[in-house]
């Protein structure tokens, strides 16, 4: 009765729900209170992150991702979950403006998410959220160690071999 439906064609862009990586993401993103919430989907794919997070109660959500396809995939599927044009953001990731939101989801490759992660803490505000995928388990602990400079990590969750990490960022809420 009280669930979500979201309903998504990928295009060419990653990210259908099926993959451990965004499940892992999603059944995160159902167990917590988004009203009020600005979210940044890192990555974005299809904007699966976002959409979700907006159908769960965010008020806004920013989708980047360095695929032009993948703005465009994010951009129909917005339209076909009836998320209204200004309430989802979309940027690709080398014109991102300097933001500062209350949750970053990135569900991007290790390697990416390790080069990224000074630019990715950034976006994040004291007190706000991370989610972070895409990481196979034997590299979740360099992940890990990477972020902790900025965040509080908690223990982390896997499915199939993949991971999911979350932390807290470190100073005052706003």
């Given at each position: 009765?009280?669930a979500v439906?979201?309903?998504l ?13 965004t499940?892992l ?5 159902d167990q ?7 979210v940044?989907?890192f990555g974005?794919?299809?904007?699966i992150?976002?959409i979700?997070a907006?159908?769960l109660?965010a008020d806004k ?9 993948a703005?465009?995939?994010s951009?129909?599927?917005a339209?076909r979950?009836?998320i209204?044009e200004?309430?989802?953001d ?16 990135a569900?991007?490759?290790s ?5 990224l992660?000074?630019t990715?803490?950034a976006?994040?505000?004291?007190g706000?959220?991370l ?5 196979l388990e034997?590299?979740?602990q360099?992940v890990?160690e ?10 982390w ?8 990490l979350q932390?807290?960022k470190?100073?005052?809420?706003l």
């Open positions: 009765e009280d439906c979201l309903m064609d990928p295009g060419l862009a990653f990210g259908t729900g099926t993959h451990p990586t499940a993401c999603l059944g995160w993103l917590q209170s988004l009203a009020g919430q600005q940044l989907d974005c794919g299809s904007g992150l976002a979700a907006l159908l109660g959500a920013i989708g980047t991702d360095n695929d032009p396809q703005l465009i995939a951009r129909d599927n339209q979950n009836q209204a200004q309430r989802f979309l940027f690709m990731a080398d014109v991102l403006p300097q933001l500062q939101v209350d949750l970053c989801l569900n991007i490759l390697g990416p998410l390790q080069e992660a000074p990715i803490s976006t994040v505000k004291p706000g959220g989610v972070l995928s895409g990481i034997q590299q979740a360099a890990n990477c972020y902790q400079q900025w965040f509080d990590m908690t223990p969750q896997s499915r199939d071999g993949w991971v999911r932390g807290v470190r100073g005052a809420a």
